[in-house]
């Protein structure tokens, strides 16, 4: 385990990619966890919309990355 952390510490692009993947992770696993508390306070129309909400603010965040790339290039 140390010796993968000294190869990940090392190398930049591994870093990067790890920290990344991590970040990447967070936001699924946030959710699950707050899923009982939304659903305890939450009435199905209310969660309907946020569900939504936060689906359409995935795709915009996932169509902006694709321009920020693009223009890039």
Known sequence: ?????????????L????LYIIGSMMTPAIGLVMMPIYTNYLSPEEYG???TV?????????????????CNY
């Open 1 to 13: 385990m140390n010796k993968l952390l000294s190869i990940i510490k090392g190398n930049k692009f």
């Open 15 to 18: 870093s990067n990619s790890f």
């Open 49 to 51: 919309i946020m569900t």
């Open 54 to 70: 936060q689906t359409l603010a995935g795709m915009f965040q996932l169509i902006f990355t694709f321009i920020i790339t693009w």
